[in-house]
Each structure stands twice: as structure tokens, then as C-alpha cells.
């Protein structure tokens, strides 16, 4: 069974520019959710999504949005990129989102110069 | 905002000795779990302890969880180069009016030296 994927694996951004990135959760999975993990922060919860419905968001502003397609891809979407989003950007999957484990990809890696 | 905090921030130990980590978090949980990131990659689900269980292990990893101290604790017995990592606890919690979302510590960062 082959894992969540992330791609791209590294994206270089200007300020003021827009990204999308995009994750494909393991097979049967129905949950998917984002992080963002720098240094100073930790991992940071963005949003789950099920089934294609934003069931739960984080503590970001507007310029972070996601979506969920009928197959269970996942986008987000950061615009008007700031320094301060340079990040891992982390995405996990599981069957339910409910009590139980997540599987996570390898992650994007973004630098905003 | 983060739910848990892991203590201590970093840990060198020599091959061979046990590793614990500690992690502490604020609000009622169903389970919590631990997991384990090697540099910039993604992290590995390692174990889940539910709310009404005190202690689990898998194979050289104990858990305990006190839910009156709200508190947790990881041992890696016999550790190993290759246990080198960040290691971190991780909490569900459902927000008011809301699903259940899995909130991450601050993370303990393990190395063993060979």
C-alpha cells in the first residue's frame, strides 16, 4: 500500500507570491489534515478535512485555505506568501480522524525569500 | 496553540541506556500518542495509549499515562544510534462544537551516542 505523498518535496517563493500544495493520503483513507512546523513554533494544526467538508481549522489567517477532491487528494493553498511562512508543510491521513493514528507524508518544505 | 509539552527539549544519552521523555498537557483527552521525526522528514506513529489504559508497550517503548496528572511518559529501553529523533506526544481533543483534531507537543529531541 504506498503512503501519503507530498509533492513538491521543496518550493522556493517570493513574498507577495501564491503556492499550492497538494497530498494524496493512503488508499481508504478518508481524513486528511495539515501542519506546519517551524522551529519556533512546533507543529502547528491548520485544518482536517473529511469527505470533502473542513471539519476542524486552526489559528491561521484567511491567506491559508484547503480543499478536499471526491478521491480524498487534499490541496492548501497559501496566498500573499509571507517570510514568516517558510515551513515544513505536513500533511496526514487516517481512515476516520477519530481516535486514531495518522500516517504523515515526508512533507513540502517552503522558503519564502 | 499547543496541548502538550515535552520535557525535557533535548536528551544525550549513551548506546545502551534507557531514554525518557515526559509530556504534560492541559485539557481531557480520549488517547494520546507518540511520535517519532527524523530530521525534516515526515513523523512515524509509534504508539497510542486510550485514556483508560495506564500503561502499553511495544517493543523496547513503554507508555504510561496519568490522567489525574495529566501527564505522560515515553522509555526507550537499550536505546540505539538509530533512536536519534525528535520525539513527540500528541493529544486529541474536540473543540467546542467541533470534530476532533490532533494537537502536537513542543517535541524532545534524543540523540545517542554511539
Known amino acids: 500500500k504506498a503512503g501519503v505523498t507530498q509533492t513538491p518535496r521543496y518550493l522556493i517563493k517570493t513574498r507577495g507570491q501564491q503556492v499550492t500544495l497538494s497530498c494524496s493520503p493512503i488508499?481508504?483513507?478518508?481524513?486528511v489534515s495539515w501542519y506546519q512546523q517551524t522551529p519556533g513554533q512546533g507543529l502547528q494544526f491548520l485544518f482536517e478535512?473529511?469527505?470533502?467538508?473542513?471539519?476542524n481549522k486552526g489559528n491561521f489567517p484567511g491567506r491559508f485555505s484547503g480543499r478536499q477532491f471526491s478521491n480524498s487528494r487534499s490541496e492548501m493553498n497559501v496566498s500573499t506568501l509571507e517570510l514568516g511562512d517558510s515551513a515544513l508543510y505536513l500533511c496526514?491521513?487516517?481512515?476516520?480522524?477519530?481516535?486514531?493514528?495518522?500516517?504523515f507524508g515526508s512533507g513540502t518544505q517552503l522558503s519564502v525569500l | 496553540s499547543q496541548q502538550g509539552e515535552e520535557d525535557p527539549q533535548a536528551l544525550s544519552i549513551q548506546e545502551g541506556e534507557n531514554a525518557t521523555m515526559n509530556c504534560s498537557y492541559k485539557?481531557?483527552?480520549?488517547?494520546l500518542q507518540w511520535y517519532r521525526q527524523n530530521s525534516g522528514r515526515g513523523l512515524v506513529h509509534l504508539i497510542l495509549?486510550?485514556?483508560?489504559?495506564r500503561e502499553k508497550h511495544s517493543g523496547r517503548l513503554r507508555v504510561t499515562l496519568d490522567t489525574s496528572k495529566k501527564s505522560s511518559s515515553l522509555l526507550i529501553t537499550a536505546s540505539r544510534a538509530a533512536d536519534t529523533a525528535s520525539y513527540f506526544c500528541?493529544?486529541?481533543?474536540?473543540?467546542?462544537?467541533?470534530?476532533?483534531?490532533?494537537?502536537f507537543g513542543t517535541g524532545t529531541k534524543l540523540q545517542v551516542i554511539p
Open positions: 496526514a491521513s487516517s481512515r476516520t480522524g477519530e481516535q486514531e493514528k495518522l500516517f
Open positions: 478535512y473529511f469527505s470533502e467538508t473542513q471539519r
Open positions: 485539557t481531557s483527552i480520549n488517547n
Open positions: 500528541a493529544t486529541d481533543g474536540i473543540p467546542p462544537g467541533g470534530y476532533q483534531k490532533v494537537t
Open positions: 488508499s481508504g483513507h478518508r481524513s
Open positions: 495509549i486510550r485514556s483508560n489504559e
